[in-house]
């Protein structure tokens, strides 16, 4: 008889649920059935149930099988040459260590490895072997910044596999419209249809997609809907629009002046001050331009500055932030803004004609120098002007912790974002060459890998020197770390006369000596296994 079909209150229905009632409330409380009270009852209870058990389960009518998701997609990317494939697979079985502690041993970490096969491994074009896509994906659930370069390998497969794993949903949503096909911008019909009717995200991923294709449509898209769209949502599809900025997209950004979210405001004025033939790039040159000006009675020029001492409403409307962050004066708060917003260009006119290391050069009366430096920082990042980024940074050797913009090595970091990798990294170069290696670690992370020789160069030179100095490696990890990344393989040959361990003076720490030299073997042995990894997957592919 099924167990299974019996109707509720028939005595098959009902042993089940007294034998669990039983169980929960304890024999002594309630007697099984079909038993005596006493010491037997909890035997008798566990027979009673396995036979039980096995009754419901032989009257248990099959279940229908599920439908059989449809098979993924075939990759048309070549297969990897068999060598990488093994070396991917020695990279994703490789798992940081768990002791802690400054010491790290001579053999190299391979998991800090694997962004780079990966980017090396897209760049020629290969596809990822089935088999080990669930590693991958179990390595990207773990690290985020694997997951655009694994993403990239993986395929549309990731996407498949993460439709069946809850634990790689990050695939769907890293995926632009979850891994949805997106319409032709062509397709004018299918492209409106899933702007007014799609998810968010696939809104985003359209938009995307079309202003990296035709920067106008994207932007005719967006004003269709602009006056209906929630506030976070017009915040996030306006920033789509730093793709490709041009001088066409003013009047929409003009028009986004007046939207009611601040949070909007802010960004379309941003937005408007990268272009600097815009009305309110002129607009905020004149209200600058009024707060600054060159002093020719003292012995010397000077510049002097004024800030403004109200934030009025058309200020506001422009972008300018009334309120100051705790700590901050209110009319510097402002001032900053309306220079960092003002076309750099306006400043040479402005100030007699001056080249803008004239203008950096010149002293700033009643410590105005920092704010004003500042300002002039961010507006040489915003509109990616290389002029103003070398005469804020200045020669790399200048003896001023902050060179003669006064600029911190953060800001001295997004200013090198502005010069080619070449000017970049011989800039870097010189820094390490003056001020050694305790300073330059944000400046080398925005170095073009692998390192240019000269850059190289630098750093094995001033880690040499730290070594002499006979301190302990450990304050020099991160630079250790980043070269064994960085370093052009062929620069091995430089290290192999660091390998030894040696001699150690009076005043060097005990055993330093013996810690460099494992140092150095790791960084040997790593930068040996990046030249392999390079060989073996081979010279990069041919795009059709």
């Not at 070449?422 to 060459?433: D, L």
Request: glycine share 10%; charged share 25%.
């Amino acid at each position: 008889m099924n167990s299974t079909s019996a109707p509720a209150g028939s005595p098959v229905a009902n042993v089940w649920e007294e034998l669990v009632t039983a169980a929960l409330l304890g024999t002594e409380r309630r007697t099984p059935p079909g038993s005596a009270p006493g010491r037997e009852a909890p035997v008798a209870l566990l027979d009673a149930a396995a036979v039980e058990t096995v009754r419901r389960r032989a009257g248990l009518r099959p279940g229908r099988a599920a439908r059989r998701p449809e098979p993924a997609a075939r990759d048309p990317r070549p297969p990897l040459p068999a060598a990488a494939a093994r070396r991917l697979s020695m990279l994703l079985a490789d798992r940081p260590g768990a002791g802690g502690g400054g010491r790290r041993g001579a053999a190299p970490d391979l998991m800090e490895l694997l962004p780079q096969w990966l980017a090396a491994a897209n760049t020629r074009g290969f596809a990822a072997p089935p088999e080990m896509l669930p590693a991958l994906l179990d390595a990207a659930r773990g690290r985020t910044d694997l997951r655009p370069a694994a993403l990239a390998f993986a395929g549309q497969r990731a996407v498949w596999l993460a439709r069946l794993n809850p634990e790689w949903r990050f695939a769907l949503r890293a995926t632009p419209g979850g891994g949805t096909a997106l319409p032709a911008p062509e397709d004018t019909d299918s492209v409106q249809q899933l702007w007014q009717e799609g998810l968010f995200a696939e809104r985003v991923a359209l938009l995307a997609a079309i202003r990296a294709r035709e920067p106008a449509a994207a932007r005719d898209l967006l004003a269709t809907t602009w006056a209906t769209e929630r506030a976070e949502d017009r915040l996030m599809f306006l920033d789509s629009l730093r793709t490709g900025l041009a001088a066409e997209d003013e009047p929409f950004l003009e028009q986004a002046l007046s939207d009611r979210s601040r949070n909007v405001r802010a960004t379309a004025a941003e937005l408007l001050s990268a272009l600097p033939g815009s009305a309110l790039a002129a607009r905020m040159a004149v209200r600058a331009g009024a707060c600054v000006a060159v002093d020719h009675t003292g012995d010397a020029p000077a510049l002097t500055v004024e800030a403004p001492h109200e934030c009025d409403a058309s200020m506001e409307r422009d972008g300018v932030v009334p309120k100051a962050p705790a700590g901050r004066g209110e009319r510097s708060w402002w001032f900053g803004q309306l220079v960092e917003s003002t076309p750099l260009t306006t400043w040479s006119g402005r100030l007699g004609g001056r080249t803008p290391e004239e203008i950096v050069a010149l002293p700033v009366a009643d410590d105005w120098q920092s704010e004003l430096h500042a300002a002039w920082c961010r507006a040489a990042v915003r509109q990616r002007d290389a002029d103003w980024a070398r005469a804020l940074l200045g020669a790399p050797e200048a003896p001023e912790a902050g060179g003669p913009g006064a600029v911190s090595l953060a800001e001295r970091a997004k200013l090198l974002g502005t010069l080619g990798s070449g000017e970049r990294a011989e800039w870097v170069a010189g820094f390490i060459s003056a001020h050694g290696l305790s300073e330059a670690f944000q400046l080398l992370g925005v170095c073009a890998v692998p390192w240019a020789a000269p850059l190289g160069r630098a750093v094995v030179d001033a880690l040499n020197i730290a070594r002499d100095a006979g301190s302990y490696p450990w304050s020099f990890s991160g630079v250790m770390g980043l070269a064994e990344r960085c370093l052009d393989p062929s620069e091995v040959s430089r290290l192999d006369g660091l390998l030894a361990v040696p001699d150690e003076t009076e005043d060097a720490s005990p055993g330093a000596g013996g810690y460099w030299a494992e140092a150095f073997q790791r960084l040997v042995t790593t930068l040996r296994l990046r030249a392999a990894m390079t060989e073996e997957l081979g010279a990069p592919l041919g795009r059709g």
